[in-house]
């Protein structure tokens, strides 16, 4: 149980176009999800806290106009990253906490290389 | 300022040796604690957690240690091998944190040399 899929698994575009990409809990539903991003052999930087039905909480540093968080139901939320430059090549990963519970674990999808021409 | 703290960015351990990994926290709120893997390009998976009511958990070839007065946290894998050559993360939350995400360290990559 307790499986996030991420949807795509890599992308690469051109710069200057936006790119969505969607994070899904298959067994269970989440009100909360994050984001993050991993830079090549660097920690996991928190990107936002994305909350069902309401609007996203961003980290310090993060450009919400770039980087759009929907929340729209207990399963689904997507980041697009708007007019994607090359700095935006990162690896995005989500997470989802269990709704109503969880004591603490996040379960995290399985990344989406994005590449930035 | 960073409230969990994995000091060694790396390890190198030889097949078969125990593996020490090593995490200190400074938020004494913090009451749950968890440990994930990472290989690359994929998502972190969960490792094993510990509550702060115990002071030791183990599953498998993996042990968490939890010493609450000092603020520090071990995971042992014992026997090391090769597969287990990731980056390993340590995650802390508190009681009544709702629905703020988990406080990572920045990780240790692990080395297991055959």
């Known amino acids: 149980g307790a499986v996030v899929s991420q949807h795509p698994s890599w992308v690469i575009c051109k710069s200057g176009t936006s790119v969505k990409i969607e994070c899904r809990s298959l067994d269970f539903q989440a009100t909360t999800m994050f984001w993050y991003r991993q830079f090549p052999k660097q920690s996991l930087m928190l990107m936002a806290t994305s909350n069902e039905g309401s609007k996203a909480t961003y980290e310090q540093g993060v450009e919400k106009d770039k980087f759009l968080i929907n929340h729209a139901s207990l399963t689904l939320s997507t980041l697009t990253v708007t007019s994607a430059h090359p700095e935006d090549s990162s690896f995005y990963i989500c997470?989802?906490?269990?709704?109503?519970?969880?004591?603490?674990?996040?379960?995290f999808g399985p990344g989406t290389r994005l590449t930035v021409l | 300022d960073q409230q969990v703290k994995q000091n060694s960015p790396s390890l190198s351990v030889q097949e078969g040796r125990i593996s020490i990994l090593n995490c200190d926290y400074t938020?004494?709120?913090?009451?749950?604690f968890l440990w994930y893997k990472k290989y690359p390009a994929e998502g972190p998976t969960f490792l094993i957690s510990i509550s702060s009511i115990k002071d030791k958990n183990e599953d498998g070839r993996f042990t968490v240690f939890l010493n609450k007065s000092a603020k520090h946290l071990s995971l042992h894998i014992v026997p090391s091998q090769p597969g287990d050559s990731a980056v390993y993360f340590c995650a802390a939350s508190a009681r009544n944190s709702g629905n703020t995400p988990l406080v990572f360290g920045k990780g240790t990559r692990l080395s297991v040399i055959a």
């Open positions: 938020n004494s709120m913090f009451d749950y």
């Open positions: 997470s989802a906490r269990l709704a109503g519970g969880g004591r603490g674990e996040q379960f």
